[in-house]
T-cell receptor, first 112, second 114 residues
Framework: DQQVKQNSPSLSVQEGRISILNCDYT??????FLWYKKYPAEGPTFLIS???IKDKNEDGRFTVFLNKSAKHLSLHIVPSQPGDSAVYFC???????????WGAGTKLIIKP | NAGVTQTPKFRILKIGQSMTLQCAQD?????MYWYRQDPGMGLKLIYY???????DKGEVPNGYNVSRSTTEDFPLRLELAAPSQTSVYFC?????????????FGQGTRLTVV
């Protein structure tokens, strides 16, 4: 059973527009959520995180929204740039458990 | 500053062979992790360590062993390689006690068992 789901394997967005990547989870005990970005032949890079006590966290062009009642989070990238083309992973953890549960990733393609 | 360095980058093993995947970090991080990523899937935690001399199992530890004799190094040992261990392996490290999951990753080791 997948506790963290990214239902869109890929997403194509025009340069300069908003990219919205979605993530759903089933475990209500998750209290910390992260987004990682991955380029081909490289390891993932931490992007942004959010604690369950918040519903929004912003860092430059990147904003993560958390809707606990819907068990849903989303990553907004505004404006989208060609360098944002990558695979984005959503991940979650519970309490002091160091085990991150990862989604399968969404490949974002930014069109010029 | 090299960050997290993994060796080798690629390896082909025959069924039943053994090997060690090397991981070293030069950031003086206490926390270190080994993940595997299968095609089309998210990463799964194999083992992790919260400091030298301390290791613990993750989600998928069977068929693997680790050691952490120094802060810098965290090798992953595969004994009796099986085709199911064909995967991309990532080592990671982090420093934050509050957010140990905000980790820095190596470039990965692509392992094929035939």
């Amino acid at each position: 059973d997948q506790q963290v789901k990214q239902n869109s394997p890929s997403l194509s967005v025009q340069e300069g527009r908003i990219s919205i990547l979605n993530c759903d989870y089933t475990n209500s005990m998750f209290d910390y959520f992260l987004w990682y970005k991955k380029y081909p032949a490289e390891g993932p890079t931490f992007l942004i995180s959010i604690s369950s006590i918040k519903d929004k966290n912003e860092d430059g062009r990147f904003t993560v929204f958390l809707n606990k009642s819907a068990k849903h989070l989303s990553l907004h990238i505004v404006p989208s740039q060609p360098g944002d083309s990558a695979v984005y992973f959503c991940a979650a953890s519970e309490g002091s458990n160091y085990q991150l549960i990862w989604g399968a990733g969404t490949k974002l393609i930014i069109k010029p | 500053n090299a960050g997290v360095t993994q060796t080798p980058k690629f390896r082909i093993l025959k069924i039943g062979q053994s090997m060690t995947l090397q991981c070293a970090q030069d950031m003086n991080h206490n926390y270190m992790y080994w993940y595997r990523q299968d095609p089309g899937m998210g990463l799964k935690l194999i083992y992790y360590s919260v400091g030298a001399g301390i290791t613990d199992k993750g989600e998928v530890p069977n068929g693997y062993n680790v050691s952490r004799s120094t802060t810098e190094d965290f090798p992953l040992r595969l004994e009796l390689a099986a085709p199911s261990q064909t995967s991309v392996y990532f080592c990671a490290s982090s420093y934050s006690r509050d957010n140990p999951t905000e980790a820095f990753f190596g470039q990965g080791t692509r392992l094929t068992v035939v």
